[in-house]
């Protein structure tokens, strides 16, 4: 008998019928004996229109008041999904985060987890009775519900699993595991049985959409084992989804490269002609980091005539205030000479930890690029990673062209 906490997405929780096929799975797992914790989502789309209501009442709505709205919508589910258990005999009690009592900071909109009392869940698990909870939420110090921001549910799933010490957290989306890339871009693009929490963690940082990249902080942080699943799968013909786990599989040899991850939410900044002395970089970054826009990929120039080209990257929807924040602040201050934006770029990366043993990976990676025709505008790289940022025009060009170029359509040799 193992602890088992699953995790279900809004999609999977996304109408009445899908609520009871999570039930029914649910059950099939109870059956074979084992303790069942279950954390949901709010129904796909609810959240987003609880947040159009606010934003139709007040155009700044309060973030403690915004936190006490979107908790509803895991409510419901939690609720929806206990009674979908007992309606096919299976006992089932549902916990909203503060009955659960999962602290958090208060931070609203955005908190973190501190800590989270297992009591009741302990007592309901060693009577046999199925634990439903909702995710994305908690409740500060002071008895406020708090949410973790959008994609919270993941991590609720993995910070349960964690307090309870479970055997393995299952989150289940409408995807059937972990792909060497988009399959909608790269048709050929294969399923990964397994694959290490760092290429997890790059890849969600990258934009992978698969896992929220703080629930990866928090499995590799407090050793969660983590397997992805689909929920749409049919019974029966269920598959082992892709296990994320600490230890590269002896079994195979290790692909030099594990994946293609994008993200197309990136715009680059320049600050042309400032002073190329110490302290120019903090003086640029300083404003920027206290209106808490993060930066991602920066490159400096060489410096000519005693000055130097600076760029970075941030979130397109940051574009504009990080623009206005170099114009008004920084350049009067450092005498820069013009600042140039653009939101037409995007971010394509290689992933692997074979790269740790295989030279050669970053002149494969740019020799593909350079015969196609794409020009890179920014590398950054890290010991199992090599981003580039290139013009958003050739994003699924550059994807396909890499994905072919490290032979990832083909499945590792068996050793």
Known sequence: MALIVQKYGGTSMGTPER???????????????????????????????????????????????????VSTG?????????????????????????QVRILTDNIHTKARILDIQDTNIRRDLDAGTVVIVAGFQGVDEQGNITTLGRGGSDTSGVALAAALL?????????????????????????????ITFEEMLEMASLGSKVLQIRSVEFAGKYKVKLRVLSSFEEEGKETSGTL?????????????ISGIAFNRDEAKLTVLGVPDRPGIAYQILGPIAEASIDV????????????????????????????KILEDQVKPHV?????????????????GVGMRSHPGVASQMFRTLAEEGINIQMISTSEIKISVVVDEKYLELAVR?????????????QV
């Open 401 to 413: 062209v890499l994905h072919k170029a490290f032979d990832l359509d083909q499945a590792p040799a």
């Open 244 to 256: 994320i786990t600490f230890e590269e599989d002896r079994k195979m040899e290790q692909p030099i």
């Open 74 to 98: 895991e409510q419901v589910t939690i609720a929806l999904l206990a009674m979908a258990l007992q309606d096919i005999g299976v006992s089932a009690r549902s916990y909203t985060g503060s």
């Open 335 to 351: 005498g820069a000479r013009q600042i140039v934006a653009d939101n037409k770029t995007c971010k394509v990366s290689a992933v």
């Open 296 to 323: 991602d990929m920066i490159i400096q120039n060489v410096g000519h005539d005693g000055t130097t080209d600076f760029s970075f990257t941030v979130a397109r929807s940051e574009m504009e205030r990080a623009r």
């Open 166 to 194: 479970a055997d393995e957290c299952q989150i289940y989306t409408d995807v059937d595991g972990v792909y060497t890339t988009d399959p909608r871009i790269v048709p050929e693009a294969r399923k990964l049985e397994r």
């Open 19 to 69: 609520i009871r096929n999570v039930a029914r799975r649910v059950a099939r797992w109870k059956s074979q004996g084992h303790q069942m914790v279950v954390v949901v989502s709010a129904m796909s789309g609810e959240t987003n229109r609880l947040l159009s209501l606010a934003k139709e009442v007040s155009p700044a709505p309060a973030p403690r008041e915004l936190d006490v709205m």
